[in-house]
Every structure is written in structure tokens, then in C-alpha cells.
T-cell receptor, first 116, second 114 residues
Framework: DAKTTQPNSMESNEEEPVHLPCNHS???????IHWYRQLPSQGPEYVIH???SNVNNRMASLAIAEDRKSSTLILHRATLRDAAVYYC?????????????????FGKGTKLTVNP | DSGVTQTPKHLITATGQRVTLRCSPR?????VYWYQQSLDQGLQFLIQ???????AKGNILERFSAQQFPDLHSELNLSSLELGDSALYFC?????????????FGEGSWLTVV
């Protein structure tokens, strides 16, 4: 199974940038890298995803290494509302021709603490 | 609001019993996923359905079963419940078909087995 490795926890100060790393050395060529976050007592929330190129959206940026074996989620200015567990996920496609077959593997996640 | 609806939100039951968790996916989504999150544990993938058919299976116990109905809602059946089955069960949905689609999670069903 494709797996991801993330630090258990990270800490940041409010309004400072945060770089959340993820290693996925067994990633395959068709696997998308997704990031989700989970606030306490809530369901996970989509943050960003990418395949090969760096990606930006209103929430964050995703930097993907050239060999795709690691990626970094960048929160440009952390706020207190960004305190959550961040999950790096590989969207693993199933057998060729079996449309819709996906196996989703979550890492342990990184608990981000944002200090005021 | 993600658009994924799960019922019940909370459930307390005794060991040995059977429960059914229900999930209504977002309108238009064909894929439904079930996850289990125990206390202090990460999200464990259980099973995925796509348009009524099982598409991927994770660490789902034999005591657990799921199905997706023609109207695309899904049910997760948990039987012969044990204390260790106490967890938060999430349903998620996506359009499905590729690894690019965003997955939307429901708020979860809290199951407590006593």
C-alpha cells in the first residue's frame, strides 16, 4: 500500500507561514497527492491536491518535489482557525479499466498548533 | 456544510448488538466511502462503492458490511459489536472515477459500544 509519513505535530505563530511536510516515497505515477484537514469533532475538509506541478488555491499552496516522493503544504499566513490535524493522502487508482476504483490511504496526520 | 449527510449523529449500543449507519452523498456524487476513526487514531479506510458496486476495500472487519443503493445512498452495517468498535464513522462522497476528484466528508456518526 502506498503510505505517507508526516511529523506528528508542528507549531506556528499566528500570521507566520507554515510548511507542513509529507513523504510518500512509494508513490506511483498515477497517484494524486491530496491534503485534507480535520478540526476537532468535525469531518475532514479538502485543502488542496496536485499531481506533478505546484498548485495554489485560496487556502494554501502545494509544493511537490520533482521526484514526487515528497510534498509540502504551505499556509502562507497561519490563523488560529488553521489549527487542525493535516492529512497528506495519496489517491491510489485501482486496476486499469476498473473505472471509479480508488483506494485512499491516510497518514497519521500532523497536528498543527497556532499560537496567538 | 459538505452536502454529505450522515445519520444518526450519535448512537449508544451494547456489545453484541447490530447497528446501521446511513449516508446520503452529495447530489451527483457516485462514489461513497466509509472511514473509521477511533480515539487517537487516524482515519482508517473501510470500503468504497461506486454507482452501486464495491470498488475498493480496506481494513473492514467481516462483522461489518456495507452497500450502496440505487438512489446512491449507502449504509454501513456493524454487527456483533465489541467495545473496540466504538469510534467515529465517517462517510464521504465524490464524483468518482479518477484520483483527482475532491472527496467531501460528512460530520460523522459517533458510535459508543458499552
Amino acid at each position: 500500500d502506498a503510505k505517507t509519513t508526516q511529523p506528528n505535530s508542528m507549531e506556528s505563530n499566528e500570521e507566520e507561514p507554515v510548511h507542513l511536510p509529507c513523504n510518500h516515497s512509494t508513490i506511483s505515477g498515477t497517484d494524486y497527492i491530496h491534503w485534507y484537514r480535520q478540526l476537532p469533532s468535525q469531518g475532514p475538509e479538502y485543502v488542496i491536491h496536485g499531481l506533478t506541478s505546484n498548485v495554489n488555491n485560496r487556502m494554501a499552496s502545494l509544493a511537490i518535489a520533482e521526484d514526487r516522493k515528497s510534498s509540502t503544504l504551505i499556509l502562507h499566513r497561519a490563523t488560529l482557525r488553521d489549527a487542525a490535524v493535516y492529512y497528506c493522502i495519496l489517491r491510489v487508482l485501482g486496476r486499469v479499466g476498473k473505472g471509479g476504483s480508488e483506494k485512499l490511504v491516510f497518514g497519521k496526520g500532523t497536528k498543527l498548533t497556532v499560537n496567538p | 456544510d459538505s452536502g454529505v449527510t450522515q445519520t444518526p449523529k450519535h448512537l449508544i449500543t451494547a456489545t453484541g448488538q447490530r447497528v446501521t449507519l446511513r449516508c446520503s452523498p452529495r447530489s451527483g456524487d457516485l462514489s461513497v466511502y466509509w472511514y473509521q476513526q477511533s480515539l487517537d487514531q487516524g482515519l482508517q479506510f473501510l470500503i468504497q462503492y461506486y454507482n452501486g458496486e464495491e470498488r475498493a476495500k480496506g481494513n473492514i472487519l467481516e462483522r461489518f458490511s456495507a452497500q450502496q443503493f440505487p438512489d446512491l445512498h449507502s449504509e454501513l452495517n456493524l454487527s456483533s459489536l465489541e467495545l473496540g468498535d466504538s469510534a467515529l464513522y465517517f462517510c464521504a462522497s465524490s464524483v468518482g472515477g479518477t484520483g483527482e476528484n475532491t472527496i467531501y466528508f460528512g460530520e460523522g456518526s459517533w458510535l459508543t459500544v458499552v
